[in-house]
């Protein structure tokens, strides 16, 4: 049974280190698909070392995500000529009640999108755990 400043860990460096991850991340590049598969990786890590706790690791790293976008938001991607070919300017998340032009809104859609998948990633690594201590426990007997 895990006590309640043992949570409390695992939540403060959750939150800590997904606020860095996302901060440090999107001031080196504005590529979600370099900076979503590390705060992946750190929820599935997360998720396997810390076991039936794995939601506080995971919700940790997904507050961590909003508290980076409240604090200091990632600057503003401008897309170069061959993305804007491409894909024309980017448009805002489509918020339900009339919530799409509130830039605080947008700021807090996209981190709860973007915190979702280490959250699903550090449930796959407790997943991933209970399914290696079934099979060690089958080999065993």
Known sequence: MMRIGQRLVIFVAALGLGALVFGVGFRLTDEVLLVLPALMLCGACGGLVCGSRAWV???????????????????????????AALFGSPQPLPLPFGLTGSE?????AGAALIGAFPLAAALVGWALRAFGQ????????
Not at 104 to 108: E, V
Not at 134 to 141: K, P, T
Request: proline fraction near 10%; charged fraction near 10%.
């Open 134 to 141: 079934d099979v060690l426990a089958s080999a065993r007997s």
């Open 104 to 108: 605080t809104a947008q700021h807090l």
């Open 57 to 83: 690791w995971g919700v940790g790293l997904a507050l961590g995500v909003a508290l980076a976008q409240i604090v200091a938001p990632a600057p503003p991607y401008v897309p170069d000529a061959r993305h």
